[in-house]
């Protein structure tokens, strides 16, 4: 069974930077990649990027490549996501994922376990 805790969300003004954690723990055979979802007020979760466990690949929802950036420690089983240039668009809160489907995988359904998420807020 994985287990994941998100941290670092929180109210930020436009413009700034911030960065996301998800730390992952249980076996590590449960999982090959861990994702990031979010879901905006009145929307639907969806698909923001992921990282492979194994290996440097990496995905990203088209709206927020070059902003957004994907990254991991294996050795301290953490996964970050940092955010620059941070704009109003981006509130919503912020799911970490894990799949055993590969980091090309961006259906909520084919991720298996999930964190509680994190709210992040922007606004001036």
């Known amino acids: 069974q994985v287990q994941l805790v998100e941290s670092g969300g929180g109210l930020l003004q436009p413009g700034g930077s911030l960065r996301l954690s998800c730390a992952v723990s249980?076996?590590?055979?449960?999982?090959?990649?861990i994702g990031w979802f979010r879901q905006a007020p009145g929307k639907e979760r969806e698909f923001v990027a992921a990282i492979s466990w194994f290996d440097p690949s990496t995905s990203y929802a088209d709206s927020v490549k070059g902003r957004f950036t994907i990254s991991r420690d294996s050795a301290k089983k953490m996964v970050n996501l940092q955010i620059n240039n941070l704009k109003p668009e981006v509130t919503a809160v912020y799911y970490c994922a894990a799949t055993s489907r590969g980091a090309a995988t961006t259906k909520e359904r084919d991720y298996h376990s999930w964190g509680q998420g994190t709210q992040v807020t922007v606004s001036s």
């Open positions: 249980g076996r590590t055979f449960d999982w090959n990649a």
